[in-house]
């Protein structure tokens, strides 16, 4: 599933995993609608979410 040391931006045209591309396994994960192939890179997708939130709103504060 998703063994790949470093995670790939996304290629808009692959019907494979958001983070790192990879082909999906018995278990399809999703969050906001965007299929990921493993836990791990769902916990990768939540955290960049995270960091793009918290950078948005110090940036709109400042």
């Known amino acids: 599933?998703?063994?790949?040391?470093?995670?790939?931006?996304?290629?808009?045209?692959?019907?494979g995993c958001a983070v790192c591309?990879?082909?999906?396994?018995l278990i399809r994960y999703y969050s906001?609608?965007?299929?990921l192939c493993s836990r791990k890179c769902l916990d990768h997708f939540r955290a960049?979410?995270?960091?793009d939130?918290?950078?948005l709103f110090r940036f709109q504060t400042a």
Do not use: I, L
């Not at 063994?3 to 290629?11: A, G, L, M, Y």
């Not at 906001?32 to 299929?35: A, C, E, I, K, L």
């Open 1 to 15: 599933m998703c063994d790949r040391p470093e995670h790939s931006e996304r290629r808009p045209d692959a019907n």
């Open 21 to 25: 591309a990879g082909r999906f396994g």
């Open 32 to 35: 906001w609608r965007t299929p």
């Open 48 to 51: 960049r979410r995270e960091r």
């Open 53 to 55: 939130r918290r950078w």
